[in-house]
């Protein structure tokens, strides 16, 4: 039933080197598993999925359209560059308040209210945010609802009412949250690792407090959204059961007029940082059985040379849950965690390497001594070329998965272009990654992953003095009520 | 019919994020050819269901386990749920959480996966559960000398975490596993072309598992206790409100256990509930996506037909809750900004009120001008957040519940009351058409979009068949749903939500002075 015209299917084949024999560890696997895995391994990785249309109106808008007619549905986003990492000092909160507010304060010419209705009866939806890196405003409706679902999703991105009255609910909604962040032991240590890397008072660590929501009136939300939304630069991204020939002239009925000075935000406009320098150990005391740790320091940004090798290393070490040996050493052989993760995080200009866990408070100095330990042996010895292998085919076979969905395929297509990836960045990944070997993962271990320079965060019933004791570190202490705040330093005492 | 993730109705074996999207289906089903636009509307939208209907398979193995085939051939990838009618309501004191915990063993491999020799091991785990057994009281196992020594032996033989490698080498994504009072659930996504090792995989850990690495995992569990419940208002007052609100029925045990339970289970415990529960006529396996592979159903067949058909009947939950004469509350006392549950005994499936549920939750809370928005959030101002759901299950009677949050300087009882104020002013004035109309038309199409995601559809399937009999009871109540009337909405506000038959959970920070703000001095 599907119209195959806009679905090219691109097709990689791959050759798997080297998977058929030499399975070192895990005899008694092979008996059950490995021979029809060998038989997966030996054929020829094909990605075949449905690849979507692209247009460019004149004023720049970039236009991503798959057509998928198995649901009556139409659904988009539009995408632009900009957010968090944007907001002007002493502003913190104006992204996530522009974000809700561009659809919550409803479009000039509506009543917030009205406007709500008026969606509610359609059945449709339109949402807004902004994150650090990006913002968006998206819609699903109903094909049959489509061009009328369409202009409203329009008005919202292009010309918002930011209605007072719903934006001091919202305010007072914000400084109600903020009250609540104390109870949230994972967002204690995000926040106060954030501020021992990045240092305070800046883009990169800065949250929300109530002096700057305050702050926040209309003015700023249409600052702030109006350096964005701007059409060069920005990505419509489309799916659903309408074909393209009665798609494209709506879009140009409601986007084709949208003008903008030039000169938005590039990945060259985005803010850099400096790895602070400070105490090596935080602790928050707080009366929470189960400790929260996070540990971090700075690591490459997004499209770094090693960004193939970093893939690896991530699923290999602690970022795939079970295979990963964090997890296998830290929760399946110890018993310390239930949640236990650590890899590489990248933005568009800079990095972190990050490891989170949760433990029982008795516990905390010795999960962390184990994690140390742990880094420590994997920059040491050579990583083990079956599990490397398995982290490559695992990767490789599991990249059709991006493409799932064909809202999936159109939103990847987004953001690979917006965040500058290369064009043929797809059609190589399963080459790059199959290309990533075993010292590609012994050298990034060794040279982007410093243990000396990681930052500990402990949050929970454990005593600042103690924590210093037990790892002969200085502690600094850190209180925290709506955002971190550094108090005493504790030096260790000697060992008796 | 709709649950809110923010109750730990469900716990899971990685991480919980998949326990919205086994929900996700259900959180809405009606129709609303209600008037002549609208039901020129329904053609279009009902025609995805009927695609359903036609294209759903059901294979009936030669054991009697079932499985529902739907076959979406675009992206050659497919997920596949192994669902087992066993979950905190079969469970008794002494041994709660044992379903839970079960959960987590099957990820620990087979007698062919997740070891070097299995001929060596057997003999010591055995010798480890005599072990067990035999500590006195008082004795902690993991630092016995003897559980030292058989754990030092037993790591040499051990593939650790052997079975989820070998699932994630095959390029699985969402490998998890749930478990509820009603059911346990294992979840995976995979590239078609791993069809056979995911067949293999399956069958040999329904039918030859080994619950090696037990008393390891049992820590893992107790962590996941601490994280999830005690250090967690709202895990603590979803705790508090099933103990409240049922005296008799299980239901009022937690499903992650109690800790006192945990820390006594053992590894026989756990292999006799799966002798018990986990046979042919209790498990539905469904599969969505590209399906298209040679000899699928033989390959079926010889995976999962090798689970031998049980020949005792299944045990039965007999114990049925009394009427509730009168209003329950309890406190939580927790370092925290206030807030609480309310909720009321309802009737589940096939009571037909179950379903005019459904549409209550959509008006209450379903789209931003719905009534908890628009009167206490937006309108009067007195909440951060309201919202309603559904816990804790769906096999037995169960509640209906609104969750809130005062905004400063509220207090609960006062958002209590408004929220109370509203179900009362349904019992007295009628939705307005053209808000139910649109009530249950936002609720279709959060239906129908649904449907678009293989591991969504897949929960919806053997949910349905497993829980209720067959999969096709959801169409039949989406039909119950296109007649729910104002009437209905106004019926089942007069006779369940009163405050005789109402539960009041409120967490509220201790009444000590405390020492410093940084500090908790007790909780509940």
Redesign the interface.
């Known amino acids: 039933m ?1 119209i195959r015209a806009y679905q090219v299917a691109i097709t990689l084949a791959l050759v798997v080197v080297g998977c058929a024999g030499n399975h070192s ?5 092979q ?3 490995e021979p ?2 060998a038989e ?1 391994a030996q ?1 020829s990785m ?1 990605l ?3 690849q979507p249309t692209t247009w460019e109106l004149k004023n720049g808008l970039r236009v991503i359209y798959l057509y998928d007619d ?4 139409m659904k988009g986003s539009l995408n632009v560059l900009g957010g968090g990492l944007f907001e002007p000092k002493g502003f913190y909160g104006v992204a996530s308040l522009t974000g809700s507010q561009l659809r ?1 304060g409803a479009p000039q010419g509506f009543q917030p ?1 009205q406007f ?2 008026l ?6 939806a339109i949402e807004s945010q902004y994150g650090e890196e990006m913002g968006s405003v998206s819609f ?1 409706s ?3 609802d489509f061009s009328e679902v369409f202009e409203l999703f329009a008005k919202v991105a292009l010309k918002p009412g930011f209605n007072p009255e ?1 934006l001091k ?1 919202a305010k ?2 914000a ?3 903020i ?2 962040r104390r ?1 949230d ?1 994972e967002l204690i240590a995000g926040a106060t690792l954030k501020v021992a890397l990045y240092g305070e008072n800046n883009p990169y660590s800065s949250i929300p407090t109530a002096e700057s929501i305050k702050r926040i009136e209309q003015q700023q939300l249409r600052e702030f959204h109006a350096r964005f939304m701007r059409p060069q630069g920005a990505r419509l991204a489309l799916t659903g059961s309408l074909p393209l020939a009665v798609v494209k002239p709506i879009v140009e009925r409601y986007f084709g007029g949208w003008s903008a000075p030039e000169g938005g935000v590039t990945i060259a406009s985005f803010p850099e940082a400096k790895e602070a320098i400070g105490p090596r150990v935080y602790v928050v ?6 400790a929260t740790i996070a540990m971090g320091h700075f690591g490459p940004a997004r499209l770094s040379p090693d960004q193939f090798a970093l893939s690896i290393f991530n ?1 290999w070490f602690g970022m ?4 990963s040996i964090i ?2 050493e830290i ?9 236990v993760y650590g890899g590489f995080f990248s933005g568009a200009r800079t990095g972190t390497f990050e490891i989170g866990l ?3 408070a008795s516990e905390a100095v010795n999960a962390t001594q184990q994690v140390l330990r742990l880094i420590g042996e994997t920059q040491s010895g050579a990583p083990d070329g079956a599990a490397i292998r ?1 982290a490559k ?2 990767v ?6 991006r ?3 064909p809202e999936s395929i159109v939103q990847r297509r987004a953001y690979l272009e917006m965040l500058g990836f290369p064009l043929d960045f797809d059609s190589k990944y399963m080459g790059n990654i199959q290309s990533v070997s075993v010292e590609d993962i012994a050298r990034v271990s060794r040279e982007r992953v410093d243990l000396k320079r990681l930052k500990i965060v402990i949050v929970g019933k454990i005593s600042s003095q103690e924590v210093a004791d037990a790892l002969q570190q200085e502690v600094q202490q850190v ?3 709506e955002a971190p705040v550094f108090g005493a330093l504790y030096q260790p005492r000697p060992k008796s | 019919m709709k649950r809110l993730n923010q109750f730990c109705a469900v716990v899971c074996y ?2 919980c994020v998949t326990f919205c999207f086994a929900l996700l289906p259900l959180v809405g089903f009606v129709n609303g050819p209600a008037s002549s636009a609208q039901a020129e ?1 329904g053609d ?2 009902t ?2 269901l009927r695609r359903l209907e036609q294209g759903v398979k059901r294979i009936t193995l030669s054991n009697g386990l079932r499985v529902l085939l739907y076959n ?1 051939p ?4 497919f997920s596949a749920q192994v669902w087992v009618k066993v979950g905190g309501v079969d469970e008794q004191v002494g041994a709660t959480g044992i379903s839970h915990l079960l959960e987590h063993m099957a ?1 620990k491999g ?1 007698t ?7 001929s060596r091991e057997k003999p010591l785990l055995e010798e480890l559960e005599q072990l067990v057994v035999s500590l006195k009281p008082g004795e902690n196992l ?1 630092t016995h000398p003897e559980y030292l020594r058989i754990n030092t032996e037993l ?1 040499k033989i051990v ?4 079975f ?10 969402g ?1 998890n596993a749930a478990t509820s009072k009603d059911y346990t659930m294992y979840d995976v ?1 995979l ?1 078609t ?2 069809f ?2 995911w067949c ?2 399956e069958g ?1 850990r329904l039918v030859n598992p080994v619950f090696r ?1 037990f ?10 206790r ?2 999830r419940t ?2 967690n ?1 709202s895990g603590l007052s979803y705790e508090a409100l099933l103990s409240t609100a049922y005296w008799v029925h299980p239901n009022r045990l937690p499903v992650i256990g109690w800790s006192t339970d945990l820390k006594r289970m053992t590894a026989t415990q756990v292999a006799e509930l799966h002798r018990t529960y986990y046979r042919p006529d209790n498990i539905v396996v469904s599969l969505v996506g590209d399906l298209e592979v040679e000899g699928l159903e033989e390959k079926l067949e010889e995976c999962f037909g090798q689970l031998p058909r049980a020949t005792t009947p299944l045990p039965e939950v007999r114990v049925e809750e009394p009427k509730q004469n009168g209003e329950r509350s309890v406190v939580v006392e927790f ?3 206030p807030s609480f549950i309310i909720a009321y005994h309802k009737p589940v499936y096939p009571d037909p009120t179950d379903v005019h549920f459904s549409v209550l939750h959509e008006v209450l809370g ?5 009534l908890f928005n ?1 009167e206490l ?2 309108g009067k ?1 007195l909440a ?1 957040s309201v919202s309603s759901t559904e816990a804790p299950g769906e096999r037995f009677p169960s509640l209906f519940a609104a969750v809130a ?1 005062p ?2 300087g509220v207090s609960n009882e006062r958002l209590r009351d408004e929220v109370q104020a509203l179900f009362d002013r349904l019992k007295r004035e009628a939705v307005p058409a ?1 808000e139910l109309v ?1 009530a249950k ?2 609720v ?2 959060s239906l ?2 649904g ?4 591991d969504g559809l897949a929960s919806m399937l053997a949910r349905f068949e497993l829980l209720q009999g067959d999969w096709r009871v959801f169409l039949r109540m989406y039909e119950t749903l296109l007649q729910t009337t104002a009437e209905d909405l106004m019926q089942l506000s007069q006779k369940y939500l009163t405050i005789n038959n109402r539960t009041y959970v409120r967490v509220e920070r201790p009444k000590v002075p405390q020492k410093s ?4 001095e007790g909780k509940s």
């Open positions: 599907r560890s895990s005899k008694t696997l008996l059950k598993t029809l895995n997966l054929e094909k075949d999925v449905p198995e649901l009556p549905l919550e209210q709500d209705a969606l509610d009866k359609l059945g449709a699903t109903l094909s049959d719903r609910i007072k909604l400084l109600d949250g009250l609540r109870e032991p005391e707080r009366d929470f059985e189960q699923r795939s849950g079970f295979e997890f296998s929760r399946s052989k110890l018993g310390l965690a239930y949640s949760g433990t029982r398995n085919q695992g490789n076979r599991s990249f059709v998965f493409f799932s969905k209180k925290f009520t | 990685a991480f509307q279009s939208l025609a995805p979406r675009q992206v050659p990838i990820f087979t062919s996966i997740g070891t070097k020799d299995y993991l790591s593939d650790d975490n052997a989820s490698r070998t699932y994630q080498q095959l390029g699985a994504v490998l996504s590239p072309e791993a056979p090792v293999r995989m040999d690495q008393y390891k995992e049992r820590e893992v569990v107790q962590e996941e601490r994280s005690d250090d208002p370092d925290a900004e379903g789209g931003r001008s719905s628009k959030v937006l101002q951060t949050s905004r400063k053209s649109a038309r936002r279709q199409v129908i979009a449907l678009a995601d293989n703000s940084d500090s908790r």
